[in-house]
């Protein structure tokens, strides 16, 4: 084995022996003493070689370069004046692959490097500590979110990615040849998810990646990106944004746990858990906003503007914006019985931006038939999501949150493409 310890365990263990390896993160030679910084997934431990103090010719074996690849095997000692209190003195050094080439991006970040540039080698750019601990906290989101529904009795389901109807609507959809025939990458796993629970599977859980073939370049699009989606059967809006709330609360108290102090001291920006999520009617926060001289009629959706204003107004980093006008949402988001000019849709914001969207859904056809007939659609085109509610569909409703969204915001960061692994744009398809 090339390790026994990964850095960060090794470091909890001083008077022990253990074999580490990763990425040489700097070096100083003073001659006589020498300080390699050795970085892997968990952090950096100083390895220190003073003449006399280590065997004989470990000095000028351990000739190395910023980023070559290497392994020590040594005692760990506590050193006041060591990063973190501890160090370790090498018995063994092994070279497993020096750098060949000069590295485009500084994994150190003390070089700035373009966003583009570091995407082009998003291999070197994750070995800087900032952007690692952008997808450790990914990471942590993703397991929480799935905790939590566990224990909420949700089932996952893993929906296809390829579908043979363009969803919603069939606009901005990437159409791909499937052998003799024409089909498209899943806008929305909306209907899988709706025919799981038409199903019996009453409540279902899903992290898909979608497509989206919008001609966006702004900082909060991709056109690829991860959802994270329930759906519930037997159900309506609140009882949805109920579940989405006891999530995403979950979802920020794991991170605070695990990453928070790293996301404090990295990006400047605390993780704060309220004990509870605030409601706001579309109308209200409407009114809000005109009543402080933002223009904003009824009927308009809101605008990145208007999000970032109502933050500032609501002075509230986290709320919900329920009960929306019917034609400003998806044709299957179910009309208010007393009045059909409001349906129970909703959003999540947090932090300025919308990160989640839900609402309880039309089960019965004759309602979608009028809502597509309204909105200028043939129901005709739509008969193979429509047949799926003639034959026993219950009330039922979900949300869906961008995984991307929600992690870009949690660590502060100004574009979406710091949160995607390997990000899909217009023009981006490398790496």
Excluded at 143 to 157: H, V, Y
Excluded at 223 to 233: S, V, Y
Excluded at 376 to 404: C, N, Q, T
Aim: with cysteine.
């Amino acid at each position: 084995m090339h390790r026994t310890h990964y850095i960060k365990k090794a470091k909890e263990n001083p008077g022990k022996t253990a074999k580490i390896a990763g990425w040489v993160h700097d070096v100083r030679d003073l001659g006589k003493l020498k300080f390699v910084l050795v970085r892997d997934v968990t952090g950096i431990i100083q390895v220190t070689m003073k003449k006399g103090a280590v065997e004989q010719g470990m000095l000028e074996s351990a000739e190395v370069n910023k980023e070559d690849v290497v392994a020590f095997e040594g005692e760990i000692k506590e050193n006041k004046i060591a990063p973190d209190g501890v160090e370790m003195v090498p018995s063994s050094f092994q070279m497993l692959n020096p750098v060949q080439k000069k590295l485009p991006v500084d994994p150190t970040g003390h070089v700035h490097s373009e966003l583009d540039t570091r995407l082009d080698y998003r291999y070197i750019d994750l070995r800087r500590q900032d952007v690692s601990l952008i997808f450790k906290t990914k990471s942590v989101c993703v397991r929480a979110f799935r905790e939590k529904l566990k224990e909420l009795d949700f089932i996952e389901i893993h929906p296809s990615a390829i579908s043979g109807a363009a969803t919603e609507g069939g606009a901005d959809v990437f159409p791909v040849q499937y052998f003799e025939n024409k089909a498209f990458l899943v806008q929305s796993p909306q209907l899988y998810k709706q025919l799981a629970v038409i199903g019996g599977f009453d409540r279902v859980v899903m992290t898909v990646p979608v497509f989206r073939a919008e001609k966006h370049n702004t900082s909060s699009h991709l056109n690829e990106i991860t959802q994270m989606d329930i759906e519930m059967g037997f159900a309506d809006h609140r009882d949805a944004m109920d579940v989405l709330e006891k999530v995403t609360l979950h979802m920020l108290k794991r991170a605070k746990e695990e990453v928070g102090d790293e996301i404090a001291e990295t990006f400047k920006k605390e993780v704060a858990v309220p004990n509870k999520i605030r409601k706001h009617t579309y109308s209200e926060l409407v009114d809000e906003l005109g009543k402080n001289g933002f223009e904003m009629k009824h009927g308009w959706d809101f605008t990145r503007e208007a999000e970032k204003k109502l933050e500032e107004l609501l002075g509230e980093e986290l709320y919900f914006i329920y009960d929306w006008p019917t034609e400003v949402r998806a044709f299957y988001s179910m009309p208010d019985r007393e009045n059909e000019e409001i349906c129970h849709a909703f959003d999540l914001l947090y932090r300025g931006l919308e990160i989640s969207s839900g609402a309880k859904r039309i089960h019965l056809p004759e309602v979608l038939e009028k809502q597509l007939k309204k909105r200028g659609l043939d129901p005709v085109d739509f008969e193979f999501y429509i047949k799926a509610f003639r034959m026993g569909a219950p009330p039922h409703a979900g949300w869906s949150i961008g995984l991307e969204r929600f992690v870009m915001n949690l660590c502060n960061q100004e574009n979406i493409r710091e949160a995607m692994l390997f990000p899909r744009d217009r023009t981006r398809l490398m790496p």
